[in-house]
């Protein structure tokens, strides 16, 4: 869940993006797995669903980095929080999401994706 304000907009990366509402200093946790709204669904579920259903899940679900049986939905707008080499935000954590240097009012919230995946970022519907 995101522990700071936020606004989805247009983004100069892909589709639509996360952007900052307020200045955001380093070391700040902007996000936080919570368990009464970011969901845990089992791999077997995901693998069953089909059309609307799946392809919704394949663009906003990652593998549960601490059991490969689940992947997380985020229920917040953090789903939209795009790919960047070099992010502002640290995923590394499978719990926690860090501001890994200031970031502006107005400027896109990344992460690297590569935490979520073992062999690179793509979406669940390619692995």
């Given amino acids: 869940m995101l522990l700071v304000d936020v ?3 247009k983004s100069p ?3 639509i993006g996360v952007f900052a509402k ?10 936080k797995l919570d368990p009464n709204y970011d969901r845990r ?3 077997e ?17 990652y593998p549960d980095r ?16 795009n790919h960047a080499d070099d992010p502002n935000c640290d995923v590394s ?10 970031i502006a009012p107005g400027e896109e919230m990344t992460c690297n994706y590569n935490h979520f995946f073992e ?3 793509d979406f669940l519907g390619d692995r």
């Fill in 7 to 9: 606004y989805l907009d």
């Fill in 13 to 15: 990366i892909q589709g």
């Fill in 22 to 31: 307020n200045h955001i200093p380093r070391g700040t946790l902007v996000w």
């Fill in 41 to 43: 669904i089992p791999v």
């Fill in 45 to 61: 579920t995901y693998e069953r669903e089909t059309g609307p259903i799946k392809a919704y899940l394949d663009r906003y679900s």
């Fill in 66 to 81: 601490r059991d490969p049986n689940y992947i997380v939905f985020e229920a917040d707008d953090a789903r939209y929080m």
């Fill in 93 to 102: 954590s499978p719990e926690e999401t860090y501001a890994s240097r200031d």
């Fill in 119 to 121: 062999a690179g970022f």
